[in-house]
Structure formats: C-alpha cells, structure tokens
T-cell receptor
C-alpha cells in the first residue's frame, strides 16, 4: 500500500517563474492538504482540497493555487515566485467520512523548492 | 483561533534517560492534539493523537502524552531515550468540520538531541 507520494523531490526556480508540485494521496484517501515548511519552522497550512474543490485555506496569497483531480491526486501551483517561497512543501492526505472524525493526516516526504 | 507553543526549541538528554517535550495549546473548542516526528530529509510521521478519549495517550516507539485540560498542556514523554529518537518533534492541534480533518496548526518544533 503506497503512502503519500510527491514529485519532484527537489526543484530550483528563479524569481518570477511559476511552479507546479504534485501529490498522490494514500490509497483510499479522498482529501489532500498542502503545507509550507520554511527552514527551521513548523509547517504552515496552505489549503485543503476535497471533491475537487478548495474547502479551507490558510493565510497565503492568491499566488498559491491548487487543483484536485477525479482520482484524488492534487497539484499546488505557485505563480510569480519570490525568494521567500523557498521551502519544503508537504502534502498530506486524509479520509473524510461524514459523522466520523478520522482526523489523521498522513504526510509525504515533500518537495524542496529553491528560488534563486 | 488556535495556537500551539512548544516551550523548548532544543532538548538534550543522555541515552537511556527520560525525555520530556513540553507543549501548550490555545483553543476555543475541544481540539484534537497530535505529536509528529520529522527525521532529517524525511516526511512527518504521526507519533500519537488525542481525540477526547483517554487523557493518557500511548504512541509508537515508547512515547506517550498526557492531555491536561486545566493546564492546556499536552507534553510528550518517553521513559528511556534511544539514539534513534534524535529528530524534530512537532506538537499539533487540529479540528474536524463536516466530518473531515481541517488544516493542522503546528508548533515551531523541538529539536531532540541524544547524547551517547
């Protein structure tokens, strides 16, 4: 049973460029959340996708956008990259069951983005 | 709004001695609380979770945590440290809405160092 997988593992971009990160959730999971982890900090919640819609969003600008596909996989897009976007981007998946709080998110190993 | 404070950025213990990692939380509602561990260049792994059942929660690798509502604390302990425990530990608060897990709020992390 594959866990949460993310690609690519590393990425180098320059300021102003756009980037797309990808995530495949754990088998059987239907919800994907994205987090940004700056060096030496705890992860910060970016947004969450369920049923191909953004359900919840953290305090991130509109330059950060996402998408969820019918197979539950997800993409994170960042436009107009800034130096401060350099971070480890983590994807987490979970199972959303009405009336039952599963509330456990499983994390991938992340994509390390460096903006030069 | 919720927040998490990890009281120590670094903790150093000798192998075979007890470990205590301290965490306080602030929440308007009854939260779910978690401890995650992050080894270098690896993803986040769930150690244990509290979801309003027993206040003493046992996790993997001999770790346990006690939920104390009156103190708004959720400290992580282990009776005897092992070299493999050296890692970054995150205290996390989360909620459920509509039956699913919301975006998580992480503390800044505690770096656990194990001295031989």
């Amino acid at each position: 049973d594959a866990g949460v997988t993310q690609s690519p593992t590393h990425l180098i971009k320059t300021r102003g460029q756009q980037v797309t990160l990808r995530c495949s959730p754990k088998s059987g999971h239907d919800t994907v959340s994205w987090y940004q982890q700056a060096l030496g900090q705890g992860p910060q919640f970016i947004f969450q996708y369920y049923e191909e819609e953004e359900r919840q969003r953290g305090n991130f600008p509109d330059r950060f956008s996402g998408h969820q596909f019918p197979n539950y996989s997800s993409e994170l897009n960042v436009n107009a990259l800034l130096l401060g976007d350099s971070a480890l981007y983590l994807c987490a998946s979970s199972l959303r069951m009405t009336g039952i709080a599963k509330n456990i998110q499983y994390f991938g190993a992340g994509t390390r983005l460096s903006v030069l | 709004a919720q927040s998490v404070t990890q009281l120590d950025s670094h903790v150093s213990v000798s192998e075979g001695t007890p470990v205590l990692l301290r965490c306080n939380y602030s929440s308007s509602y009854s939260p779910s609380l978690f401890w995650y561990v992050q080894h270098p260049n690896k993803g986040l792994q769930l150690l244990l979770k509290y979801t309003s059942a027993a206040t003493l929660v046992k996790g993997i690798n001999g770790f346990e945590a006690e939920f104390k509502k009156s103190e708004t604390s959720f400290h992580l302990t282990k009776p005897s440290a092992h070299m493999s425990d050296a890692a970054e530990y995150f205290c996390v608060v989360g909620y459920t809405s509509g039956g699913g897990a919301d975006g998580l709020t992480f503390g800044k992390g505690t770096h656990l160092i194990i001295q031989p």
